[in-house]
C-alpha cells in the first residue's frame, strides 16, 4: 500500500475510489487471483483496526470485493511413490513424521500436527 499511496498520504485521507484503484493496480502488477484476495484482506483488517481505535472515521476498504483465494493451478495430487520419496528425503524423525501426517493423515502443517498430543494417539 505505501509504493501505491506514498509514505504522505494518511489513511482518513484514503476514499473508496482510492482503494478499488490500489486493488486494480495490484492486478496489472501481475498478482494472481489469490494473492489479490490474500492482499485485500490485509488491508480491510488494518483498516477496521484503525476505525475500532480512532485512527479512521470510515473503513474505505470494507466494501471492497477481495476475490477468491483458490488457485486450481497449484493443486497438485502427491502420489504415494512421490510421499514416500519426500520422507526419505527428510532430515529426520520428526519431519518424517510430518510428512507423513500431512500426507496420508490429511493434517494441516504446522497447525494441526503440532496441536497433536500423545492423549491424541490412538
Same mark, same amino acid.
Not at 28 to 33: D, I, P, R, T
Not at 72 to 98: K, S, T
Given at each position: $500500500?505505501? !509504493?501505491? #499511496? @506514498?509514505?504522505? %498520504? ?5 476514499? &473508496?475510489?482510492?482503494? &478499488?484503484?490500489?486493488? @486494480? !493496480?495490484?492486478? %496489472? %502488477?501481475?498478482? =494472481?487471483?489469490?494473492?489479490? !484476495? ?7 483488517? #488494518? ?5 475500532? +481505535? @480512532?485512527?479512521? *472515521?470510515?473503513? +474505505? #476498504?470494507?466494501?471492497? %470485493?477481495?476475490? !477468491? *483465494?483458490?488457485?486450481?493451478?497449484? *493443486? =497438485?495430487?502427491?502420489?504415494?511413490? $512421490? @510421499?514416500? +520419496? ?17 500426507? #496420508? ?6 497447525? &494441526? ?7 491424541? =494417539?490412538?
Amino acid at each position: $500500500m505505501l !509504493s501505491h #499511496f @506514498g509514505e504522505n %498520504k494518511n489513511a482518513p485521507e484514503i476514499t &473508496e475510489t482510492d482503494a &478499488e484503484e490500489w486493488r @486494480g !493496480s495490484l492486478k %496489472k %502488477k501481475g498478482y =494472481v487471483v489469490a494473492a489479490i !484476495s490474500r492482499t485485500v484482506r490485509y488491508a480491510r483488517r #488494518f483498516f477496521r483496526w484503525g476505525k475500532k +481505535r @480512532g485512527s479512521v *472515521q470510515r473503513d +474505505r #476498504f470494507a466494501e471492497l %470485493k477481495a476475490g !477468491s *483465494q483458490t488457485n486450481a493451478a497449484r *493443486q =497438485v495430487f502427491v502420489a504415494r511413490a $512421490m @510421499g514416500d +520419496r519426500v520422507i526419505d528425503a527428510a532430515p529426520d524423525a520428526e519431519w518424517r513424521l510430518l510428512i507423513a501426517l500431512s500426507r #496420508f493423515g490429511g493434517l494441516r502443517v504446522p497447525s &494441526e500436527a503440532l496441536a497433536l498430543r500423545w492423549s491424541d =494417539v490412538d
